[in-house]
């Protein structure tokens, strides 16, 4: 049986990574710096960055095999769909797997499934990063877990084959069905004008973002109290962030800060 069920194809293809000496000086001074090596794409030339020589290049297609092959041995997590994105021409890639068949309900008809994050890059501005979070349905917002189920992070220093991804999927499937449970306490709890403030306190979305976000509060509100505060539950408003996250992050880099930025701030939904 195919486990596998892509939803977009690759939009652009890998670059063919190598690694290069690096030289510094003028024409017959040119010295070779014996400690640093550039990579680069064969095929274009492009610099993405200089490393060390303890640099160990991980290219995109390795991390991809490595990740499959511990879905793969994982057969509770069920079929996936995956898709690519590329930045700065190929030096930068975020590959995203969807799992359905491991979706909750929160809500009638609101169903949670998991999202595995495979981030990797040529230019340094990511380690390799395999990050297990969870993905809402209704509306298609990624959600940003409070706690990441699974988040491995490695410097290019390390083999690939020293991550050993599959052990750490079983606790990972625990950890998503534990945190359902708690979005479904979410569900049913009343969000309150002090814990809505510490939360966008916390998270500093600035002016905008934060007229933004309190306009869809208004929106979503099922009414208001008699202070003019919106009736919201903790779970509607934890979706109206994760939905303004997903929806306005300017790049793939202020996104990943604002989903940080978010977890660090939802403790004070928990209270």
Known sequence: MNRVHPVSFISSPFPRIGEEPVTWGKERGCRLAENYKAVVDLN??????????????????QAIEQVEEAIFKTASIGTYEAYTEFYNEGGRMRRTYRFPETAVEINKGDLVDLELYLFNSYDRTWPLIILLGAFRLVCTNGLVVGQKYLHLRKRHVYELGQINVSEEV?????????????????????????????VLESMKPGIKATEEIQKKVNDEAEGFEPDGFAVLTV???????????????VSLNHQVEMEGRLRRAIFHLMR
Not at 53 to 60: E, G, M, T
Not at 235 to 249: K, P, Q, V
């Open 170 to 198: 079983l606790t990972a499937l625990k950890r998503f069905r534990s945190q359902t449970k708690q979005w479904k306490r979410w569900a049913g709890k009343r969000l309150t004008r002090k814990g809505c403030s510490r």
């Open 235 to 249: 779970w509607g408003f934890y979706n109206i962030l994760t939905w303004y996250i997903s929806h306005y992050a």
């Open 44 to 61: 274009t030339g492009k610099l993405f960055s200089i490393v060390s020589k303890d640099y160990r290049l991980i290219r995109h297609e």
